[in-house]
């Protein structure tokens, strides 16, 4: 009974979690220096692409396709966080791609939930970033 409980609860509380995460994140960057910014989307553009490698090679479920695509965004989100930001903003942009992909079937299954959260996340950030990019 209280893991139904704790079950229903659980998306709305990492909603509200991670909505907060993400708000705090995005208000911060106008107050640092620019060097700070691109790091900081750097390693949460990296971290984001732990869950689903991480699922993959647990449930032995897609994951050369999962680790490939990883790859290749780690990869540019550290070419943006250290030689030119527009990597790291397309990064972000694509694992949001990635995320909707994710959400009508492709890699190793996930929450929908999540993948969709994830998305708008992803697309929010990336946003905000590419604004923060041009002014």
């Not at 609860?9 to 910014?37: D, M």
């Not at 949001?96 to 992909?101: L, N, T, V």
């Not at 996930?110 to 994830?118: A, I, P």
């Amino acid at each position: 009974m209280l893991l139904r409980i704790i079950n229903h609860f659980q998306p709305r509380w990492l909603l509200i979690a991670g909505t907060a995460y993400v708000v705090l994140l995005l208000l911060s960057h106008w107050q640092l220096p620019e060097a700070h910014v691109w790091a900081i989307a750097g390693v949460f553009s990296v971290i984001m692409n732990v869950p689903y490698v991480a699922t993959a090679w647990h449930n032995a479920q897609f994951a050369r396709l999962e680790t490939a695509i990883a790859t290749v965004l780690i990869g540019a989100s550290i070419v943006g966080a250290v030689i030119t930001p527009p990597f790291v903003i397309a990064a972000i942009f694509a694992h949001g791609f990635w995320d909707i992909a994710k959400h009508r079937g492709a890699g190793v299954p996930f929450f929908s939930w999540y993948t969709l959260g994830c998305a708008v996340v992803d697309f929010a950030y990336g946003s905000a970033l590419l604004v923060y990019y041009l002014s």
